[in-house]
């Protein structure tokens, strides 16, 4: 998966003009602009990285000379003192892109870690690691590619991925069953119906309805081990909230096929990385 140049420019462009606005005023009273030299990405903390190509786009958006070699491409584990890339061109340059870059390569790269944490977790078992929706504004795709380069699956990228009938539309409609069926009837054949459960009765309404997903929401695992039992593989079973790191294995170990965790993406701790100017 390779994240469309077009969004990455108009991320980064942003990043820039919030940063730099019109004048560096450090660094353009500082060095003149013919003045040029070399930078790298060094590794401070162990982790997957992700973001290096974005990281990397924000100096050749703002200088046309540079130039860069990656050691370490997105998806490789990376441990405190490896050399990430090396690049060169305008000092001016590198030292006005160095904080957008590497805020770019830091969250992305910490999202990746996190998500291959959680990855190795469940290993063995039948559940895959999800994103939600719980992203930044404006950066999903990020957010998104980058839990995927960390080993784990995208869940809807927007609203109009697919249906997902939560707790308040459920309410709205009356019950689940009602919800479904005035949804499924006008449904495209593409496009799967995924239902928030809060209790075994309901999922036991979901099954029934034809729910294609299944949402076990803040459910105990014996709980989720019971909707396991009564689906018997009908729907995909989702286990959502309250899951950590430390719960993991045992939420995998229900039997559900799909574990969300919206702390990939929105509470998620930078990876260290540092920029050195050669």
Do not use: W
Request: hydrophobic residues 40%; charged residues 20%.
């Amino acid at each position: 998966m390779e994240l469309p140049i077009f969004y990455i420019d108009d991320v980064i462009k942003t990043a820039l003009r919030e940063d730099i606005n019109y004048i560096d005023t450090t660094t353009d009273l500082l060095i003149s602009q013919e003045i040029r030299g070399s930078a790298r990405f060094v590794a401070k903390a162990e982790g997957v990285v992700c973001g290096i190509n974005t990281a990397l786009r924000v100096f050749a958006l703002l200088d046309d000379s540079f130039k860069s070699t990656v050691y370490k491409h997105d998806g490789e584990h990376i441990k405190p003192g490896d050399c990430i890339a090396e690049f060169s061109g305008s000092i001016r340059c590198l030292l006005k892109g160095e904080r957008t870059a590497l805020n770019l390569l830091q969250h992305m790269s910490g999202i990746a870690t996190a998500t291959n944490r959680c990855v190795q977790i469940v290993t063995g078992t039948n559940a895959s690691i999800t994103d939600t929706r719980k992203t930044l504004p404006g950066l999903r795709p990020l957010q998104k590619y980058a839990v995927m380069v960390g080993g784990g699956h995208n869940h809807r990228f927007n609203l109009s991925d697919g249906a997902m009938l939560k707790d308040n539309h459920i309410d709205a409609a009356g019950s689940i069953t009602a919800a479904i069926s005035a949804v499924r009837n006008k449904l495209g054949h593409m496009v799967k119906l995924e239902v928030e459960t809060r209790n075994i009765d309901e999922v036991r309404e979901a099954v029934n309805a034809g729910a294609d997903v299944i949402m076990l929401d803040n459910m105990s695992c014996d709980q989720m081990k019971e909707a396991v039992t009564l689906n018997a593989g009908r729907a995909l079973l989702e286990a959502s909230g309250g899951i950590t790191e430390q719960n993991l294995r045992e939420v995998a170990l229900t039997g559900v096929d799909i574990i969300s965790i919206g702390a990939l993406t929105h509470s998620v701790t930078a990876l260290d990385i540092s920029m050195k100017i050669q």
